[in-house]
């Protein structure tokens, strides 16, 4: 078990994504044939539970692209089953308190760590992967290379975001700009001054304590600024939108074409 999206960062290599919401397994094929590091599988706002999740997470693996898997909600089903079908990282939305942080860790991470339960599932490849013969390297390798993202993306997440970041089990933070713009009272005001600083100020918290930072954008130039700016992951968009934006520039080559 390898875990190339926190390779790439401890090589100083960032990472572009995007969330799958389409649906299919060629779907998430094409993320990663067209280049893609890893793919979020979105079952918080996607029509996704774990046994679709399951599919898009093994057609991603066939290309080379990581597959993580976005929550549905802060509880032990929603986490243990993403991980327990092969989800290489789990991020979780609506994050409000410490103490909730060190519950998602209790439920992501095995022994010492945490207290997720243990069977043979595919993500060992149901116990017979070589990492999965002894017990100890299994629950080491596993606590290492699937990782534990809480999202920020609420007033109180970051208020205790640095408390959060530097919690042990915590692989690193999602920043989700939309609604944390809006928990800020700046409604998709993305160049608000205090939604930048508080962006920063995640970053920095990331940083200080070594934790894989990441964060949504919606356009090439936002993610340049974000990689530029030190971030380890930007996820670009959605699937959905890369192909409406595919569809669109073709049908408008063609009627431009057309007039000429």
């Known amino acids: ?16 994504g995007t969330f799958y919401e389409m649906g299919g397994t060629m779907a998430a094929e094409c993320v990663g044939i067209g280049g893609m590091d890893f793919l979020i599988v979105d079952t918080e706002h996607g029509p996704f539970e774990a046994e679709t999740a399951l599919l898009a997470i093994l057609a991603a693996e066939r290309r080379g692209c990581a597959p993580f898997v976005r929550a549905r909600d802060l509880s032990r089903p929603a986490i243990l089953k993403l991980l327990d079908v092969g989800a290489m990282g789990v991020i979780v939305p609506d994050v409000r308190t410490v103490e909730e942080v060190k519950k998602l860790v209790e439920y992501a991470k095995y022994y010492p760590l945490g207290r997720r339960g243990y069977a043979p599932t595919l993500s060992s490849a149901f116990g017979c992967a070589d990492y999965a013969q002894n017990v100890d390297q299994l629950f080491s390798t596993s606590n290492r290379e699937t990782l534990l993202i809480p999202q920020c993306e609420t007033k109180e997440a970051l208020e205790h975001i640095e408390e959060i970041a530097a919690i042990e089990g915590v692989d690193g933070i999602f920043v989700g700009p939309y609604d944390l713009s809006v928990a800020l009272g700046k409604p998709a005001q993305l160049e608000d001054p205090e939604l930048l600083a508080a962006i920063d100020r995640v970053l920095a918290a990331c940083k200080a304590q070594g934790k894989l930072s990441m964060i949504f954008s919606n356009a090439p130039e936002a993610t340049v600024r974000f990689l530029k700016q030190g971030f380890d992951c930007v996820a670009c968009g959605m699937d959905t939108l890369f192909l409406i934006q595919a569809v669109r520039s073709y049908v408008a080559d063609v009627k431009r074409r057309l007039a000429e």
């Open 1 to 16: 078990m390898k875990n190339l999206i926190r390779q790439r960062a401890g090589e100083g290599r960032p990472s572009l």
